[in-house]
Nanobody, 119 residues
Framework: QVQLVESGGGLVQPGGSLRLSCAAS????????MGWYRQAPGKQRELVAL???????NYADSVKGRFTISRDNAKNTVYMQMNSLKPEDTAVYYC?????????????WGKGTLVTVSS
């Protein structure tokens, strides 16, 4: 069984920074794409950033230049450094990984971590 656990959310003032982490554990054979999504109140979940096995990345236009996604394959962990945070970044942030176990390859999601940007 595979589990994803996020950490690093919290309350921060506009202009501040946070670093999110998400670690996968369980019977993992390999992990391909890792990503972060977010869902603000009353809105649909949206892609924030993703990083592929080879290290290539994609970012939502709204976070380009402010957020940086990275991964540590040895630790099965994905990170997202968030700088110059804005109130509109307030949301629950979810990590997502495409994980291959000995049985199958599936999408896995964390339970989410709340980021609140407010003065």
């Amino acid at each position: 069984q595979v589990q994803l656990v996020e950490s690093g959310g919290g309350l921060v003032q506009p202009g501040g920074s946070l670093r999110l982490s998400c670690a996968a554990s369980g019977s993992i054979f390999s992990i391909s794409t890792m990503g972060w999504y977010r869902q603000a109140p009353g809105k649909q979940r949206e892609l924030v950033a993703l990083i592929r096995t080879g290290g290539s990345t994609n970012y939502a236009d709204s976070v380009k230049g402010r957020f940086t996604i990275s991964r540590d394959n040895a630790k099965n962990t994905v990170y997202m450094q968030m700088n110059s945070l804005k109130p509109e970044d307030t949301a629950v942030y979810y990590c997502n990984m495409i994980i291959r176990t000995t049985v199958e390859s599936m999408d896995y999601w964390g339970k989410g971590t709340l980021v609140t940007v407010s003065s």
